[in-house]
């Protein structure tokens, strides 16, 4: 047999092949990942909506009464919760009963992690860090003052504004440490006990909201209940709940709420 008239590639061709190989995943690859990422926060989500929805049916059952929401924030004339406290013993009972004991259980505390200045949270769009007292206010307690589950994810609840709001980290300390990521800010529905957020956000526009008047400085970055890709707001992500509930993009888009995140 003769082989001389076989020809071989070229160490030319060889790297001109590797290169265009390479270019392919060099462009590819970050959107493949990123869907990943988005994939894992959507899953982290709805397994966390799922112990929360269990949690408060438990709590309804365990304290005998129809309308959680309702009954927890009951406001006497002198203006405190007289329901709070035993509100707050039977959703934290019940978390540990289902997501499962950690270190923490035996103490009951309304929150055993105290996030720290240093550790970040941004907004939605992730334009403005989180603070407590700048945007979110009193909303911002459950976020800030938090109880870390089994599963890594920190979770709380608070009563305030005539609301009981439940707010959820799904992956705890990894980020993205945004609202409408992995942090989600909720309200108990006080006509049916479901998760929501007050009404579907506006997302007003910032000529609608600096025309606004407010008596706090909180309010106006909370105006509209945002969830925006360009807001400037302090409190941006804190209307992505009922976005998320529904599986609806902020945008207006035909796409799913988690594959049109900023």
């Given at each position: 047999?003769?082989?001389?008239?076989?020809?071989?590639?070229?160490?030319?061709?060889?790297?001109?092949?590797?290169?265009?190989?390479?270019?392919?995943?060099?462009?590819?690859?970050?959107?493949?990942?990123?869907?990943?990422?988005?994939?894992?926060?959507?899953?982290?989500?709805?397994?966390?909506?799922?112990?929360?929805?269990?949690?408060?049916?438990?709590?309804?059952?365990?304290?005998?009464?129809?309308?959680?929401?309702?009954?927890?924030?009951?406001?006497?004339?002198?203006?405190?919760?007289?329901?709070?406290?035993?509100?707050?013993?039977?959703?934290?009972?019940?978390?540990?009963?289902?997501?499962?004991?950690?270190?923490?259980?035996?103490?009951?505390?309304r929150y055993n992690i105290r996030r720290a200045s240093a550790e970040k949270i941004y907004t939605y769009n992730?334009?403005?860090?989180?603070?407590?007292?700048?945007?979110?206010?009193?909303?911002?307690?459950?976020?800030?003052?938090?109880?870390?589950?089994?599963?890594?994810?920190?979770?709380?609840?608070?009563?305030?504004?005539?609301?009981?709001?439940?707010?959820?980290?799904?992956?705890?300390?990894?980020?993205?440490?945004?609202?409408?990521?992995?942090?989600?800010?909720?309200?108990?529905?006080?006509?049916?006990?479901?998760?929501?957020?007050?009404?579907?956000?506006?997302?007003?526009?910032?000529?609608?909201?600096?025309?606004?008047?407010?008596?706090?400085?909180?309010q106006k970055e909370r105006a509209g209940n945002p969830c925006n890709f360009t807001s400037s707001q302090k409190?941006?992500?804190?209307?992505?709940?009922?976005?998320?509930?529904?599986?609806?993009?902020?945008?207006?888009?035909?796409?799913?709420?988690?594959?049109?995140?900023?």
């Amino acid at each position: 047999m003769c082989y001389k008239n076989l020809k071989g590639f070229t160490m030319a061709e060889v790297l001109i092949t590797i290169g265009v190989i390479g270019i392919v995943i060099a462009m590819t690859l970050p959107g493949v990942i990123k869907n990943y990422q988005r994939k894992v926060l959507e899953t982290q989500f709805k397994k966390s909506v799922s112990i929360i929805s269990q949690v408060i049916l438990n709590t309804k059952s365990d304290l005998s009464i129809d309308k959680l929401a309702e009954f927890c924030t009951t406001l006497e004339d002198n203006l405190t919760y007289p329901y709070q406290d035993i509100c707050y013993d039977s959703f934290y009972k019940n978390f540990v009963k289902i997501a499962g004991e950690n270190k923490y259980s035996h103490n009951n505390f309304r929150y055993n992690i105290r996030r720290a200045s240093a550790e970040k949270i941004y907004t939605y769009n992730g334009k403005q860090i989180v603070t407590w007292a700048d945007g979110l206010a009193g909303m911002g307690s459950p976020i800030f003052n938090t109880n870390l589950m089994p599963d890594g994810s920190f979770i709380n609840m608070y009563i305030i504004e005539h609301m009981f709001y439940i707010a959820v980290d799904t992956n705890g300390q990894k980020g993205p440490n945004k609202l409408g990521h992995d942090i989600f800010i909720f309200s108990i529905d006080k006509k049916n006990d479901t998760l929501s957020f007050f009404t579907k956000p506006q997302n007003l526009t910032e000529d609608e909201i600096n025309s606004g008047n407010y008596a706090d400085g909180f309010q106006k970055e909370r105006a509209g209940n945002p969830c925006n890709f360009t807001s400037s707001q302090k409190a941006n992500g804190i209307g992505c709940a009922w976005y998320a509930l529904r599986d609806i993009c902020p945008d207006g888009s035909n796409k799913g709420y988690f594959e049109c995140l900023p």
